[in-house]
């Protein structure tokens, strides 16, 4: 499972409060700690690495951009940075907001087994797991990488999202239930 580690709250705080006044060595800091979970997120939606690595970096020109006009974000990065990348996705794919599932395969875990039948079952289970996660609506999905596969805490997602903490639990608690609700079924198989 992919999972990268965020800087904790406090020290992301100094980091910006330092690039608010130009420090280039906070602003490097930044963009070395959030471009690769900001891509990472981006590459789950889109299929091709090159246009996800080109939305990552259009974050940071906004980022940068937001900061010159004094318009940067003033209580969590994070929030803003990931809630920039969700827009520009949204603007990738325009009203649809179809994403692309084909990419969710980097998400599911691969276990380090050894042996020919180990490797397989192992596939098959991942195989499951990844029908069952393109299955789910985009929002729930949504909420299952913020929450899971980005560390968000449920605050950060639910600003992120531009929902409430209860809606974001509510999503959380279906997708969830739906994930396990289909992979018991697929156990009977």
């Known amino acids: 499972m992919i999972l990268i580690v965020l800087p904790d709250i406090p020290y992301e705080s100094d980091l910006l409060a330092k690039a608010q006044f130009g420090d280039q060595a906070a602003l490097r800091a930044i963009y070395e700690q959030y471009f690769p979970p900001l891509y990472q997120f981006i590459r789950l939606r889109i299929a091709d690495r ?3 690595r080109d ?3 259009d974050v940071f020109i906004d980022f940068f951009s937001a900061l010159q006009r004094r318009k940067a974000p003033t209580t969590s990065l994070r929030a803003w ?3 920039v990348a969700r827009n520009k996705l949204y603007d990738h794919y325009g009203k649809k907001r179809q994403f692309s599932t084909q990419t969710l395969e980097e998400w599911v875990p691969a276990e380090h087994e ?8 192992s596939a098959a289970r991942a195989d499951r ?3 069952a996660l393109g299955a789910l609506p985009v929002d729930q999905q949504e909420v299952l990488l913020l929450r899971f596969g980005q560390g968000l805490n449920l605050e950060e997602t639910a600003d992120l999202m531009d929902k409430s903490v209860s809606a974001v639990k509510s999503l959380q608690f279906r997708a969830v239930s739906t994930l396990r609700e289909r992979l018991d079924q697929g156990m009977g198989e």
């Open 50 to 52: 090159e246009d996800a």
């Open 81 to 83: 940075l990931f809630r």
């Open 114 to 121: 050894s042996g020919p039948e180990a490797r397989f079952m």
């Open 55 to 57: 939305l990552a970096a």
């Open 129 to 131: 797991v990844r029908r």
